[in-house]
């Protein structure tokens, strides 16, 4: 499959460095665990195909991959299908929060296979920063795994800074212990996530 997707020009290969810092490239990656992923990205049909291997180490039940590494791939491949689409209506930096993933579960996952996961933006392109993409994992006979709904809300980033609003607290100068810097209160600060173009 990864030979005729590279052969279409429809499709354009993702290389990791378009992707945002994800588990199945990070603490997930490895010869146990997914040994292997490729994506392919169909600008048009704002399609994205992921080609992997999900090994042993990934294992709940024996030779059976566990719930969770499944849900966190296809949160992510969601994820960045959510982000590439959001990037072709407006290149820019952006701030991407999950707010609801539903997963279904056709049938387990064997470890030591490979799988295809598709991914597309359900609907048209979000214009109020919401977008909503399914996804399915399937084996290589086509047979459905796993399939999830995932809805995102983007926000674009002002200067490459993921600050929410109310969240940064600016000292005056002179102010107690400040130095004149403008300080960010930590404690308020909500984790996030930030991608870069």
């Known amino acids: 499959m990864t030979k005729t997707l590279d052969a279409d020009p429809a499709w354009v290969y ?8 994800v588990f199945a490239r990070g603490f997930m990656a490895g010869a146990r665990a997914i040994a ?18 999900i090994g ?3 294992s ?9 590494a499944i849900a966190t791939v296809m ?13 072709s209506i407006k290149p820019a930096e952006f701030k991407c929060e999950l707010e609801a993933l539903d997963m279904t579960y056709k ?6 296979q490979f799988y295809t996961l ?7 392109a979000s214009t109020d920063g919401l977008y909503t993409i399914r996804a399915t994992l399937k084996t290589r006979r086509g047979k459905p795994c796993a399939e999830a709904t995932a809805r995102y809300r983007m926000t674009e980033l002002e200067n490459g800074r993921s600050i929410a609003k109310g969240d940064v607290k600016t000292l005056e100068k002179g102010g107690e212990g400040d130095e004149g810097n403008n300080m ?13 173009s």
Request: glycine share 10%; net charge negative; hydrophobic share 30%.
């Open 14 to 21: 993702l290389t990791s460095g378009t992707d945002p810092p």
């Open 36 to 53: 292997y992923q490729v994506v392919f990205r169909n600008h048009a049909d704002q399609v994205e195909v992921s080609i992997l291997y």
């Open 56 to 58: 042993q180490g990934l």
């Open 60 to 68: 709940g039940f024996p030779n059976t991959t566990h719930g969770g």
């Open 75 to 87: 949160d992510e491949v969601c994820r960045r299908t959510a982000i590439n689409s959001a990037r």
């Open 107 to 112: 049938a387990p996952a064997n470890t030591g």
């Open 118 to 124: 598709v991914s597309n933006v359900d609907g048209d």
């Open 184 to 196: 960010i209160d930590a404690s308020r600060c909500q984790k996030e996530t930030v991608y870069k």
